[in-house]
T-cell receptor
Protein backbone atom coordinates (compact mmCIF):
# COMPACT_ATOMS: atom_id res chain seq x y z
CA UNK A 1 0.00 0.00 0.00
CA UNK A 2 0.90 3.65 -0.15
CA UNK A 3 1.48 4.03 3.56
CA UNK A 4 1.59 2.15 6.84
CA UNK A 5 -1.86 0.81 7.64
CA UNK A 6 -3.02 -0.02 11.15
CA UNK A 7 -6.22 -1.77 12.09
CA UNK A 8 -8.44 -1.26 13.90
CA UNK A 9 -8.33 2.50 14.21
CA UNK A 10 -10.00 2.30 17.60
CA UNK A 11 -10.52 -0.61 19.94
CA UNK A 12 -12.47 -0.74 23.19
CA UNK A 13 -12.04 -3.84 25.29
CA UNK A 14 -12.87 -4.97 28.78
CA UNK A 15 -10.23 -5.42 31.44
CA UNK A 16 -8.82 -8.92 31.31
CA UNK A 17 -9.56 -9.53 27.65
CA UNK A 18 -7.07 -10.37 24.89
CA UNK A 19 -6.51 -7.98 21.97
CA UNK A 20 -4.62 -8.05 18.70
CA UNK A 21 -3.49 -4.95 16.85
CA UNK A 22 -2.43 -5.24 13.22
CA UNK A 23 0.18 -3.32 11.24
CA UNK A 24 0.65 -3.50 7.48
CA UNK A 25 3.94 -1.74 6.61
CA UNK A 26 4.96 -0.09 3.38
CA UNK A 27 5.76 -2.74 0.80
CA UNK A 28 9.45 -3.60 0.76
CA UNK A 29 10.25 -2.08 4.15
CA UNK A 30 12.21 -4.66 6.11
CA UNK A 31 12.28 -2.76 9.40
CA UNK A 32 9.11 -2.48 11.49
CA UNK A 33 8.61 -0.81 14.86
CA UNK A 34 5.91 -0.62 17.50
CA UNK A 35 5.57 2.35 19.84
CA UNK A 36 3.08 3.18 22.57
CA UNK A 37 1.91 6.74 23.14
CA UNK A 38 0.12 7.54 26.38
CA UNK A 39 -1.92 10.71 26.73
CA UNK A 40 0.28 13.80 26.84
CA UNK A 41 3.49 11.86 26.24
CA UNK A 42 5.82 11.15 23.37
CA UNK A 43 5.86 7.70 21.80
CA UNK A 44 7.74 5.01 23.73
CA UNK A 45 9.55 2.22 21.94
CA UNK A 46 8.19 -1.29 22.33
CA UNK A 47 9.82 -3.58 19.75
CA UNK A 48 11.76 -3.55 16.49
CA UNK A 49 11.71 -6.21 13.77
CA UNK A 50 14.25 -6.64 11.04
CA UNK A 51 12.59 -9.06 8.64
CA UNK A 52 10.83 -11.79 10.56
CA UNK A 53 12.91 -11.60 13.71
CA UNK A 54 12.58 -9.31 16.71
CA UNK A 55 15.94 -7.52 16.77
CA UNK A 56 15.12 -5.53 19.90
CA UNK A 57 12.19 -6.20 22.24
CA UNK A 58 13.61 -4.31 25.19
CA UNK A 59 10.64 -1.93 25.32
CA UNK A 60 7.94 -4.52 25.90
CA UNK A 61 6.69 -3.71 29.42
CA UNK A 62 5.96 -7.25 30.59
CA UNK A 63 5.15 -10.74 29.38
CA UNK A 64 1.53 -9.83 28.61
CA UNK A 65 2.82 -8.09 25.49
CA UNK A 66 3.99 -10.05 22.48
CA UNK A 67 4.49 -9.23 18.81
CA UNK A 68 5.03 -11.33 15.70
CA UNK A 69 5.93 -10.79 12.08
CA UNK A 70 5.88 -14.30 10.63
CA UNK A 71 6.41 -13.50 6.95
CA UNK A 72 8.44 -10.33 7.29
CA UNK A 73 5.56 -8.09 6.29
CA UNK A 74 2.40 -7.73 8.42
CA UNK A 75 2.94 -7.58 12.17
CA UNK A 76 0.55 -8.22 15.03
CA UNK A 77 0.92 -6.83 18.53
CA UNK A 78 -0.82 -9.05 21.05
CA UNK A 79 -1.81 -8.02 24.56
CA UNK A 80 -3.08 -10.61 27.04
CA UNK A 81 -5.13 -9.93 30.16
CA UNK A 82 -5.48 -6.26 29.33
CA UNK A 83 -5.32 -3.71 32.13
CA UNK A 84 -6.65 -0.16 32.26
CA UNK A 85 -3.06 1.10 32.21
CA UNK A 86 -2.64 -0.40 28.74
CA UNK A 87 -4.96 2.27 27.35
CA UNK A 88 -2.92 4.29 24.83
CA UNK A 89 -2.36 4.86 21.14
CA UNK A 90 -0.24 2.09 19.64
CA UNK A 91 1.80 3.33 16.71
CA UNK A 92 3.46 1.20 14.07
CA UNK A 93 6.23 2.41 11.77
CA UNK A 94 8.33 0.94 8.99
CA UNK A 95 11.61 1.92 7.39
CA UNK A 96 13.52 1.05 4.23
CA UNK A 97 16.90 2.36 5.32
CA UNK A 98 18.37 0.40 8.19
CA UNK A 99 19.88 2.59 10.87
CA UNK A 100 18.57 5.84 9.40
CA UNK A 101 15.76 6.62 11.83
CA UNK A 102 13.65 7.66 8.86
CA UNK A 103 10.48 5.94 9.93
CA UNK A 104 7.09 6.11 8.25
CA UNK A 105 4.31 5.90 10.80
CA UNK A 106 0.75 4.70 10.60
CA UNK A 107 -2.16 6.53 12.20
CA UNK A 108 -2.15 4.27 15.19
CA UNK A 109 -4.70 2.22 17.06
CA UNK A 110 -6.32 3.87 20.05
CA UNK A 111 -6.84 1.15 22.64
CA UNK A 112 -9.21 1.83 25.50
CA UNK A 113 -9.49 -0.72 28.30
CA UNK A 114 -12.63 -0.28 30.39
CA UNK B 1 20.16 5.94 29.02
CA UNK B 2 19.41 8.76 26.63
CA UNK B 3 16.82 11.37 27.52
CA UNK B 4 15.16 14.09 25.45
CA UNK B 5 13.65 17.18 27.03
CA UNK B 6 11.25 19.63 25.45
CA UNK B 7 10.69 22.47 27.88
CA UNK B 8 7.86 24.22 26.01
CA UNK B 9 4.57 22.33 26.38
CA UNK B 10 2.73 24.82 24.16
CA UNK B 11 3.62 27.61 21.76
CA UNK B 12 1.73 29.82 19.36
CA UNK B 13 2.74 31.95 16.39
CA UNK B 14 1.03 34.18 13.89
CA UNK B 15 0.76 32.99 10.34
CA UNK B 16 3.81 33.99 8.21
CA UNK B 17 5.99 34.59 11.27
CA UNK B 18 8.92 32.57 12.58
CA UNK B 19 8.91 30.31 15.62
CA UNK B 20 11.61 28.28 17.34
CA UNK B 21 10.98 25.09 19.31
CA UNK B 22 13.56 23.98 21.87
CA UNK B 23 15.00 20.56 22.58
CA UNK B 24 17.85 19.35 24.76
CA UNK B 25 19.12 15.81 25.13
CA UNK B 26 21.47 13.83 27.26
CA UNK B 27 23.84 11.17 25.96
CA UNK B 28 27.38 9.98 26.49
CA UNK B 29 27.72 8.90 22.87
CA UNK B 30 29.55 10.87 20.23
CA UNK B 31 27.73 9.60 17.16
CA UNK B 32 23.95 9.70 16.91
CA UNK B 33 21.00 11.12 15.00
CA UNK B 34 18.47 13.75 16.00
CA UNK B 35 15.02 14.26 14.53
CA UNK B 36 11.98 16.44 14.62
CA UNK B 37 8.70 14.68 13.98
CA UNK B 38 5.32 16.37 13.51
CA UNK B 39 2.07 14.81 14.72
CA UNK B 40 -1.13 16.47 13.44
CA UNK B 41 -4.54 15.54 14.88
CA UNK B 42 -4.64 12.57 12.50
CA UNK B 43 -2.07 10.96 14.88
CA UNK B 44 0.30 10.06 12.04
CA UNK B 45 3.89 11.02 12.92
CA UNK B 46 5.68 12.69 10.01
CA UNK B 47 9.44 13.20 9.78
CA UNK B 48 10.22 16.91 9.44
CA UNK B 49 14.00 17.01 9.59
CA UNK B 50 17.00 14.82 10.50
CA UNK B 51 20.48 15.74 11.71
CA UNK B 52 23.54 13.52 11.89
CA UNK B 53 25.66 14.41 14.91
CA UNK B 54 28.97 14.11 13.07
CA UNK B 55 27.89 16.80 10.60
CA UNK B 56 28.57 20.37 11.74
CA UNK B 57 26.28 21.89 9.14
CA UNK B 58 22.74 22.45 10.33
CA UNK B 59 20.08 20.54 8.40
CA UNK B 60 17.43 22.45 6.45
CA UNK B 61 14.25 21.34 4.69
CA UNK B 62 12.46 24.18 2.95
CA UNK B 63 10.92 26.35 5.72
CA UNK B 64 12.33 24.12 8.47
CA UNK B 65 15.85 24.42 9.83
CA UNK B 66 17.66 23.35 12.97
CA UNK B 67 20.24 24.89 15.25
CA UNK B 68 22.39 21.97 16.39
CA UNK B 69 24.76 22.76 19.25
CA UNK B 70 26.56 19.48 20.00
CA UNK B 71 28.57 20.69 22.98
CA UNK B 72 25.47 22.13 24.60
CA UNK B 73 23.39 19.09 23.56
CA UNK B 74 20.78 21.38 22.10
CA UNK B 75 18.71 20.84 18.96
CA UNK B 76 16.13 23.54 18.22
CA UNK B 77 13.73 23.68 15.28
CA UNK B 78 13.03 26.92 13.45
CA UNK B 79 9.90 27.21 11.33
CA UNK B 80 9.91 30.16 8.97
CA UNK B 81 6.86 31.66 7.26
CA UNK B 82 4.54 29.64 9.51
CA UNK B 83 1.45 28.21 7.85
CA UNK B 84 -1.87 27.09 9.30
CA UNK B 85 -0.99 23.52 8.31
CA UNK B 86 2.00 23.64 10.64
CA UNK B 87 -0.39 23.42 13.61
CA UNK B 88 0.50 20.12 15.29
CA UNK B 89 2.45 18.46 18.08
CA UNK B 90 6.18 18.50 17.45
CA UNK B 91 8.42 15.83 18.94
CA UNK B 92 12.19 15.90 19.19
CA UNK B 93 13.81 12.46 19.03
CA UNK B 94 17.21 10.82 19.47
CA UNK B 95 18.63 7.63 17.98
CA UNK B 96 22.03 6.14 18.64
CA UNK B 97 24.26 5.41 15.67
CA UNK B 98 25.72 2.36 17.39
CA UNK B 99 24.90 -0.80 15.50
CA UNK B 100 21.87 -2.87 16.37
CA UNK B 101 19.71 -0.31 18.13
CA UNK B 102 17.04 1.28 16.01
CA UNK B 103 14.80 2.81 18.62
CA UNK B 104 13.83 6.43 18.67
CA UNK B 105 13.73 8.14 22.06
CA UNK B 106 11.15 10.92 22.02
CA UNK B 107 10.57 14.00 24.14
CA UNK B 108 7.13 14.85 25.51
CA UNK B 109 6.37 17.19 22.66
CA UNK B 110 5.44 20.83 22.05
CA UNK B 111 1.98 21.76 20.89
CA UNK B 112 2.29 24.44 18.21
CA UNK B 113 -0.68 26.54 17.15
CA UNK B 114 -0.44 28.80 14.12
CA UNK B 115 -2.98 31.60 14.32
CA UNK B 116 -4.47 33.30 11.25
Amino acid sequence: GAGVSQTPSNKVTEKGKYVELRCDPISGHTALYWYRQSLGQGPEFLIYFQGTGAADDSGLPNDRFFAVRPEGSVSTLKIQRTERGDSAVYLCASSLERGSGKAFFGQGTRLTVV
Amino acid sequence: AQTVTQSQPEMSVQEAETVTLSCTYDTSESNYYLFWYKQPPSRQMILVIRQEAYKQQNATENRFSVNFQKAAKSFSLKISDSQLGDTAMYFCAFMTAQGGSEKLVFGKGTKLTVNP
